[in-house]
């Protein structure tokens, strides 16, 4: 696609129930990351792949948090027994190779995730 | 000390004025570093590179400060549609973390 897909835009699920978040990188990019914004904050770094390995995972806030991407494209982002501290906008991008000077990252719209 | 860090503002200022924002970073080995512009519930967006030399793109300045370890943004003949969130990037010289300041928030009066 054009630009950085996510699904589902916006999500409400109720406490303790698992969630799962899609990001379609934009075409060839191999770098991939996550991240996460509550209303009002900054960004939260929580997730890089580059291809389909993790070099750094060291965001991943708990371990209800996991994170996959296969084929060097599709990442999934999964919340299991989700807590009302996880509502937040979870935001994915990508760039072409690692984000130096001159690989531009593009951000998806994010997935809006409200848990009542 | 948080890695990245920016006055929060809001900076409100009239139409036509000049603004500048800082932010200070805290990783001396940092390689790479951007500003981005994020609307209110929009995702962030690249509003421009900052290279050593400071680059401008119309009304939009940025400079780097190596040995001070701070960038700026400096916008000229201010624009209502310049209201927004204004995000300082910092990317590690491995390439691999992207770390995000607070953000400035501008808001630009008729």
């Known amino acids: 696609g054009a630009g950085v897909s996510q699904s589902p835009s916006n999500k409400v699920t109720e406490k303790g129930k698992d969630v799962e978040l899609r990001c379609d990188p934009i075409?060839?990019?191999?770098?991939l990351y996550w991240y996460r914004q509550s209303l009002g904050q900054g960004l939260e770094f929580l997730i890089y792949?580059?291809?389909?390995?993790?070099?750094?995972k060291s965001g991943l806030p708990s371990d209800r948090f996991s994170a996959e991407r296969t084929g060097g494209s599709v990442s999934t982002l999964t919340i299991q027994r989700t807590q009302q501290e996880d509502s937040a906008v979870y935001l994915c991008?990508?760039?072409?190779?690692?984000?130096?000077?001159?690989?531009?990252?593009?951000f998806g719209e994010g997935s809006w995730l409200t848990v009542v | 000390r948080k890695e990245v860090e920016q006055d929060p503002g809001p900076f409100n200022v009239p139409e036509g004025a000049t603004v500048a924002f800082n932010c200070t970073y805290s990783?001396?080995?940092?390689?790479?570093f951007f500003w981005y512009r994020q609307d209110c519930r929009k995702e962030p967006k690249l509003l421009m590179s900052?290279?050593?030399s400071g680059n401008e793109d119309g009304r939009f300045t940025a400079q780097l400060n190596r040995a001070s370890q701070y960038i700026s943004l400096l916008i000229r003949d201010s624009k209502l549609s310049d209201s927004a969130t204004y995000l300082c990037?910092?990317?590690?010289?491995?390439?691999?973390?992207?770390?995000f300041g607070g953000g400035t928030r501008l808001m630009v009066k008729p």
């Open positions: 991008a990508s760039s072409l190779y690692a984000a130096r000077s001159g690989n531009t990252i593009y």
């Open positions: 990037v910092v990317i590690d010289n491995a390439g691999n973390m992207l770390t």
């Open positions: 990783n001396s080995a940092s390689q790479s």
């Open positions: 792949f580059q291809g389909n390995s993790a070099p750094d």
């Open positions: 900052v290279y050593s």
């Open positions: 075409s060839g990019h191999t770098a």
